[in-house]
């Protein structure tokens, strides 16, 4: 679903992203983590075209983002991407945020978006928020409506950035339990997050970013249980 060769990304003279090669299987769930500042945010930039890639290539569903021409729009729809701040559009409700780009972008019908939009919020486990504002919400009410908003547009792949991380600690769980369960309904995900706990309960394979180069990579079972590098060792060590 998704192919990373040799990329790198340099801002200025700062070489961010150092030659990273990386396989996503469809339906497979990545958790990207790594030291701050390693380059995570930027990789995930990449993977959806918000950042250009100094070097190497991006596939994804067989399509070469990193070519001369590329139909962002079409791409922007297959890859859908939550980040740590909601961004819901402040002056719509929550069913208004959810049909805006499915109707503006997709041409979908009103009624043809309004129905997916409310199997969405039964999924987020918010129904009874559909005509409520944004600052009407809880922080973690808002997030579940940042990641139904992404799915709205039916995307394949789902990338996720520390989206947990500006919620109060009692809110995580409830964000976390949507994405487990896009997790074990198949989604394409790529997470970065410093959940350890959800790392181990919903990944496939974590990846361990440094430096911009993928130093570790594993099955959370012997990623957590036996990391091989001293960087990894230090890092688990500092957060678990
Ligand atoms: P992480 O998400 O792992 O904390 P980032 O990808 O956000 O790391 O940042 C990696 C490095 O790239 C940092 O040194 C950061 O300052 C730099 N960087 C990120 N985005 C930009 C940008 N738009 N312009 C210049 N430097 C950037
Ligand atoms: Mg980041």
């Known amino acids: 679903m998704i192919k990373l060769e040799n990329i790198h990304k340099t801002f200025d003279n700062n070489q961010v992203l150092n030659g990273i090669d990386l396989t996503i299987a469809k339906g497979e769930v990545i958790v990207l983590i790594g030291p701050s500042g390693c380059g995570k945010s930027t990789l995930l930039r990449c993977i959806n075209g918000l950042e250009s890639v100094s070097e190497g290539k991006i596939w994804i569903d067989g399509i070469d983002i990193t070519g001369k021409r590329v139909n962002w729009q079409r791409i922007r729809q297959k890859v859908g ?40 919020l039964e999924r987020v486990g918010l129904s009874d928020k559909r005509n409520a504002y944004p600052a009407q919400l809880s922080g973690g009410q808002q997030q579940r409506i940042a990641i139904a908003r992404s799915l709205a547009m039916r995307p394949d792949v789902m990338l996720f950035d520390e989206v947990t991380s500006a919620l109060d600690p009692e809110l ?17 995900m790529v997470i970065v997050t410093h959940e350890m706990g959800f790392a181990k309960a919903a990944a496939d394979r974590v990846v361990f970013l440094s430096g911009g180069a993928v130093i570790e990579e594993g099955p959370p079972e012997l990623f957590f249980e036996a990391p091989k590098d001293e960087r990894v060792k230090q890092f688990l060590n500092r957060v678990l």
């Not at 780009?101 to 009103?110: A, D, E, I, L």
């Not at 995580?172 to 394409?188: N, P, Q, S, Y």
């Open 172 to 188: 995580v769980k409830e964000v976390l339990d949507v994405m487990l369960d896009l997790a074990r309904e198949g989604m394409t």
């Open 81 to 120: 991407m939550v980040f740590q701040s909601y961004n819901l559009y402040p002056h719509l409700t929550v069913l208004d945020n959810l049909i805006l780009s499915p109707v503006r972008v997709q041409k979908k019908t009103k009624k043809e978006a309004v129905e997916i939009a409310l199997s969405l």
